[in-house]
Structures are given as structure tokens and as C-alpha cells.
């Protein structure tokens, strides 16, 4: 079969004419799959892209609005040179999210006893079951606690909490009175938390005492002081009121809290507890516009500072419930599980409001896959039976590494689909994963997105699209991805360029918070008309697209379960405030288990002196100014770096000479070449 031109001419794939091995789903695992086979995925995307009115009407039928949609859905300009960028989807509707994922499913659709959350702690002797009357309650309490802060509609609030059910309704608490989530990481530091505060001016910030982290205890409480005192410093302190979660003492060791000092300022720090004793349990919704903002999260900027990427409630609602129902077959006996942080855009979208906007049961995973043993989280899916699970290529590459012999101690069989996201994943983990976690049953659903996009973008369905390792496969409903070379041009048919998407979909970010100008400059002027990933992508003759890695100075680290970006800007920043560093040039390089690591050169001030101590200093640094996730794994003494006439530093250079790659192409821009003879002979082979 050749391969299906759509109306535009633009080769999509033909299941029959793979590249190179495809794999197909088992027959007879999803016989009541939602999109059964290639021609209906084909179909319904043609409606999405040709008929996007009629589409996103159908899906939005299901929800419930205050004000019903009427008029346009969707409105923008993708163009620089015509104007502002902007997005708009459904503006003038009105409805609320909170209402939709909890109230809805309890009043409208009688799921009120199915059980919301499985919250499993970090110890396995901890957990709670959560039902959907449960997680309404609570939130309830939460927005009505809230609002005794003096909380609004569009004030915002930082969460900066560990994987405890606290989290989500807090989150889930502020959609529902109108309030901008704001969450913040807890591996973050001080430094990034008051960055991020200062940045969206939050009102209110919720915290925990601390929490375990594998056999670590982490006093997250201190850090959360630690960044308002550094906010108030600032003289622009935006916080009123610190509200904390007592974690430790009731749900790890009960000695935990006498370990832990609890930083204390009476003027600022309530308990929970304290808070919501006596609150009522019902709260009336918000009725917020279709455009009002739903929430703010930072993502690395290649300029060092992080940008707050701001969504909006319908078109996230809309595009995270779609995408959730289709990407992993969601059926409503399933039991899924996502291993990520809700920290990360991976848990807003498909922990808390993909799959509560569906009515599903989730597994909410406080641990790492490796404490208290390696088989952690082949002993969670037997324990829950869950049948979808969604992780990130670092965690499969972990525990490949401990073979078979883990998962042979525990019945998986319940398990359907299973889920990647973060970075490319490179065939031999698609392929463990495939054959000895999926008993070459599952489908291997490899999903490409990011922070900015809301939800999936590229990805196949279990059900329909026949899978390549390495591969993101094909674009979601309403998704039109184009590959662009340097000069902007589409190419055509096969190619390798920029992957870039060429029209909105409903849950695209809307902006960057409080900065226009950032927002256009990223992502828009490059290749005016055009949304730009910031990813490098090839297309196959198959009309599959490969995602070859990031275009900019920005890497995917990972922690234990999930893959996030970095910039390399920042972490320069942090290794030359040290005394002792004059210049720093950071660049990334491939690392067995979490895909890809820091690799630093410095140069130091005169007379100073290389040596461990020096590093371990540094490598402190970079995790007091951003966070554990940033710290470097090589720091390399370079008494020269690379640099044009000019004063450039050659990032391709230093790449190459970190992946001792030794043909090193074109140098005859560079001022010194006898630098990268020194740079060479003084790399660092294994891990420092
Ligand atoms: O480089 C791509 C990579 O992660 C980036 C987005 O990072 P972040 O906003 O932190 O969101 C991560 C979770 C959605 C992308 O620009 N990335 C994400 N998923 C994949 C990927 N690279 C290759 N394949 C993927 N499936």
C-alpha cells in the first residue's frame, strides 16, 4: 500500500509500508478499542484538522457549562508579522474544571464511590484510598479554606508539595474558586521556589513539614522558609500567608517530625490542619471564562530564567480529557498509573485533570522505583492491577539495568498499554519495555509533547497505529506538525529539519506570564506562522516523525521518573557565581540511564586551584541555585575555552570533545585550536 495523502498533499502514513519493523498490537487485547484500527484514526483526524468547528463541539458536549459555548471556537494568530500572538478557544463560554472533574462525575455520571486515587506512599506500608465523593469533599474544604486566606478568583497561589493527595486538592481547590495555580517542583531550591514566587507574585503558599524521598529525609519546610526570606530580601514580597502540611509524623516514621526542625514564623505559617478545621464541605464553582487562566508552570528558558507558561481552563480541559480517552484506550475499568511528579506538566495533565476529567482510577505515587527494592513499582501495578502505566525512558533504562529477574516475582498480566514520555526513547529500552515489562502484549505508546503544548501532540493510539521503536509516530487529533529547514522552508514527503506546528489545537499554551515579548520571541518569530518545538525532528517514508533531540541550548535531564528540560544558560549562571570561576560553558552529554547529563568546563580566576574540593563546591552550587535534578555529573579544569575571533564560545566543539568525538570537523573560525588539544587530553572518561 502506498503511503495516504491527506487534502493538503502531505504524506501520512500507510500501515502497510513500515521503514523498517513495526510492531502491532495483539489482536483480540482491544476489541472495544475508541479508534479500532488506522482508517478510523485517519478519518477522525481528517474531521479534526478539515472540520475542527464540528469536532471540538462533540467533545465539548460532554462537559458541563454555566454558559454554553456559542460562536467561534477558535481564533489566532500564529503570524508576527500580522500582529499580536494569540490563542483564543471558546471565549465567552463559561464553565469551571473543578466542577467538571469532581461534581460532574459525582452528581452527573454516578461515579461518586469509584475510587479517584490509589495514593500509595513512599513507604509501601502507607496508603489511602480516595474516592470521587472523597476528593470533592476535600477539595471543597480546601477552596473554602482558601478563601478564608483571602484567596480570588485570579490570585496565585505556589504549591510546593511532595506527591501527597494534598496536593491535588489544593490544586483542584484553586480551579475551583478562580485562583492561578502556580506549582513548583519540591526537588526545586530555595532559590528557583522565590524565583518562581517573585515571578507570578503569589499571594499564598502551600507547603509540607517534609517528606522521605527513597530513605532521605528532606526538610521541605526549611527550603520553603529559606525562599520567602530571600522574597522578602527582594523588598517585593508577594506571600501573606505559608500554609503547611504535616506530613511526616502521621504517615513515615513517627519520629520523623522530632528529626525534622520545622522552621517557624508565627506571623506568616498556619498548619493545614489548623486551617481547615471546621471549614464546611461545599463550595460553590467559580464560573470562569472560557480564556481566564487556569494555571502557571516554569519551564527552562534558554536564556537562564525560567518562563511561566500560562493555560487557560476550556481548550486544557478540552485537549487533556481527548487526549487521556484516545492515547491510552481509556476504558472504565482501568487501573492507570503515570510514575511522574505533578510537579512536572506530565502530572497536571495526566494525573490530575486528563484522568479525573474521565472519571478514571489512578494510582498517585508518593516513591522511587528503586526504595524499598528494585521490584517497587512491578509490585504496585500487581497490587492495583493497573492496566495503563505511563513513565519516562530514565525510569525503563533504571531498571533495566536489574534485569528480569525483578519483575518475574510479580503478575503483570493485568497490564494493556504502556506509556513513554520526556525524551526520545531509544529502541533497546522501547524494545525491554515491549518485550519483558509488556510480554510483547502492549503496545509501547511513545508520547511527544511539551509544557507549552498541554497535552500529547505527537503520539500513536494502542488500538490503531502500527509502532516503531524510536518513534513518536503520528500527530493527535487537531495537531498539524510541518518540518521547516534553516530557511523556513516546509519540506516535503521525507525530511529532517525543525518540527514545528502550523495551527493551534485547543490546549496550546497561551502565553508566557507577563511577558509578550518572551512568548513571541520563543516560540513565534524564528519562522513566522509557525509554532516552534525547539526540537529537531525527521519524517520517514512513512510520514512518521522521529524526534532527533533539542535544536537549542537546552537539555532533557531526568530525575528517577521523569525527563525535564534545562537550560544549559542557567546552569553556567549558577557554576560562575562561585568565587573562584571565571568563565563556565556547559553542554550536554549522553548518559546510559537518564539519556543525558551535564557535562561543565570552567575556567578559573588566576592562581586558583583545580581540584576536588573545587568540585564538589561547584557541584553544590548548581543544587542550591536550581535543585538536585541540575547537578552536573562531569566538571572539567579548562584553561582555554574554544572561541571564534569573535569571542564565540564553540558549543559544538566542547560537545564533541565531552563525547570524545574526535573528528572534529571545520575549526578555522577558532581563535586558538591548541585549546581543544588541551581540552581533549584532560577529559573525563567515566563519571567524576
Ligand atoms: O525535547 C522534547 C522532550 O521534552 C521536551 C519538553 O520538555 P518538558 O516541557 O519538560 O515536558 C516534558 C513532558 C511532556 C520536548 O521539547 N520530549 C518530551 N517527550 C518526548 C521528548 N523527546 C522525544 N520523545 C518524546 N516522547
Not at 479517584?116 to 471543597?140: D, F, K
Amino acid at each position: 500500500m502506498s503511503p495516504v495523502s491527506d487534502s493538503s498533499n502531505r504524506v501520512i502514513p500507510g500501515p502497510q509500508e513500515p521503514e523498517e519493523k513495526t510492531y502491532h498490537p495483539s489482536d483480540g487485547l482491544f476489541t472495544d478499542a475508541h479508534v479500532p484500527d488506522f482508517d478510523a484514526y485517519l478519518a477522525l483526524y481528517k474531521k479534526s484538522t478539515e472540520e475542527p468547528e464540528e469536532f471540538w463541539a462533540d467533545v465539548a458536549q460532554e462537559f458541563y457549562w454555566k454558559k454554553p459555548p456559542s460562536g467561534q471556537m477558535l481564533q489566532f494568530n500564529f503570524d508576527v508579522n500580522k500582529g499580536n500572538i494569540y490563542i483564543k478557544f471558546m471565549e465567552g463560554a463559561k464553565t469551571n474544571i473543578c466542577y467538571n472533574v469532581l461534581d460532574r462525575n459525582v452528581h452527573e455520571r454516578n461515579l461518586g464511590e469509584k475510587v479517584a486515587y490509589y495514593w500509595e506512599g513512599n513507604s509501601p506500608n502507607h496508603h489511602q484510598t480516595i474516592t470521587y465523593n472523597q476528593l470533592l469533599r476535600n477539595v471543597c474544604r480546601c477552596a473554602n479554606a482558601l478563601k478564608l486566606l483571602g484567596v480570588k478568583k485570579g490570585d496565585r497561589v505556589a504549591i510546593y508539595l511532595p506527591m501527597i493527595p494534598e496536593l491535588v486538592y489544593t490544586m483542584l481547590a484553586c480551579a475551583r474558586i478562580g485562583a492561578v495555580h502556580s506549582i513548583v517542583f519540591a526537588g526545586f531550591s530555595s532559590e528557583s521556589l522565590c524565583e518562581r514566587i517573585m515571578d507570578a507574585q503569589c499571594n499564598i503558599l502551600v507547603t509540607a513539614d517534609g517528606v522521605y524521598r527513597g530513605d532521605k529525609l528532606i526538610n521541605l519546610k526549611k527550603t520553603a522558609s529559606e525562599a520567602l526570606e530571600r522574597c522578602k530580601e527582594s523588598m517585593a514580597s508577594s506571600v501573606q500567608k505559608c500554609v503547611v502540611v504535616k506530613h511526616n509524623a502521621f504517615r513515615t516514621n513517627s519520629d520523623a517530625s522530632n528529626k525534622l526542625q520545622t522552621p517557624w514564623d508565627e506571623s506568616c505559617d498556619i498548619w493545614w490542619a489548623d486551617l481547615m478545621d471546621g471549614v464546611s464541605d461545599e463550595c460553590e464553582p467559580e464560573w470562569m471564562d472560557s480564556e481566564d487562566p487556569l494555571f502557571i508552570l516554569y519551564t527552562s528558558g534558554s536564556t537562564g530564567k525560567p518562563k511561566g507558561v500560562v493555560h487557560t481552563v476550556t481548550g486544557y480541559m478540552l485537549y487533556t480529557s481527548l487526549t487521556f480517552k484516545y492515547v491510552f484506550d481509556y476504558h472504565h475499568d482501568d487501573v492507570y498509573w503515570c510514575t511522574a511528579d505533578i510537579g512536572w506538566i506530565t502530572g497536571h495533565s495526566y494525573i490530575t485533570y486528563g484522568p479525573l476529567a474521565n472519571g478514571a482510577t489512578s494510582v498517585l505515587f508518593e516513591g522511587v522505583p528503586v526504595y524499598p527494592h528494585v521490584g517497587r513499582l512491578w509490585e504496585i501495578i500487581e497490587k492495583y492491577g493497573v492496566s495503563k502505566f505511563y513513565t519516562a525512558p530514565t525510569a525503563i533504562r533504571l531498571l533495566m539495568k536489574y534485569g528480569r529477574e525483578p519483575l518475574q516475582q510479580y503478575d503483570l498480566s493485568s497490564l494493556r498499554v504502556l506509556g513513554t514520555v520526556g525524551e526520545p526513547i531509544n529502541p533497546e529500552a522501547w524494545l525491554w519495555y515491549y518485550d519483558v515489562v509488556g510480554q510483547q502484549r502492549c503496545p509501547v505508546i511513545d508520547t511527544f509533547w511539551q509544557t507549552e503544548t498541554g497535552g500529547h501532540v505527537l503520539t500513536p493510539l494502542p488500538a490503531a497505529t502500527p509502532l516503531k521503536p524510536g518513534s513518536a509516530t503520528c500527530p493527535f487529533f487537531g495537531v498539524q506538525p510541518a518540518v521547516l529547514n534553516e530557511h523556513g522552508e516546509e519540506l516535503e514527503g521525507e525530511a529532517e529539519g525543525y518540527l514545528v506546528f502550523r495551527k493551534p489545537w485547543p490546549g496550546i499554551m497561551r502565553g508566557v506570564y507577563g511577558n509578550q515579548e518572551r512568548f513571541e520571541s520563543t516560540y513565534f518569530r524564528k519562522f513566522p506562522g509557525f509554532y516552534v518545538t525547539g526540537d529537531g525532528c525527521r519524517r520517514d517514508k512513512d510520514g512518521y516523525y522521529w524526534i532527533t533531540g533539542r535544536i537549542d541550548d537546552m537539555l532533557n535531564v531526568s530525575d528517577v521518573c521523569s525527563g525535564h528540560l534545562l537550560s544549559t544558560a542557567e546552569v553556567e549562571a549558577a557554576l560562575t557565581e562561585h568565587p573562584s570561576v571565571a568563565e563556565a560553558a556547559v553542554v550536554s552529554r549522553p548518559h546510559a540511564v537518564k539519556g543525558e547529563c551535564l557535562y561543565c568546563f570552567v575556567t578559573l580566576k588566576d592562581h586558583k586551584e583545580f581540584n576536588r574540593t573545587l568540585m564538589e563546591e561547584l557541584k553544590r552550587k548548581v543544587r542550591e541555585k536550581i535543585g538536585p535534578i541540575a547537578t552536573p555529573d562531569f566538571i572539567q579544569n579548562a584553561p582555554g575555552l574554544p572561541k571564534t575571533r569573535s569571542g564565540k564560545i564553540m558549543r559544538r566543539v566542547l560537545r564533541q570533545i565531552a563525547r570524545n568525538e574526535k573528528d572534529l570537523g571545520d575549526l578555522s573560525t577558532l581563535a586558538d585550536p591548541k585549546v581543544v588539544e588541551v581540552l581533549f587530553s584532560q577529559r573525563w572518561e567515566a563519571a567524576a
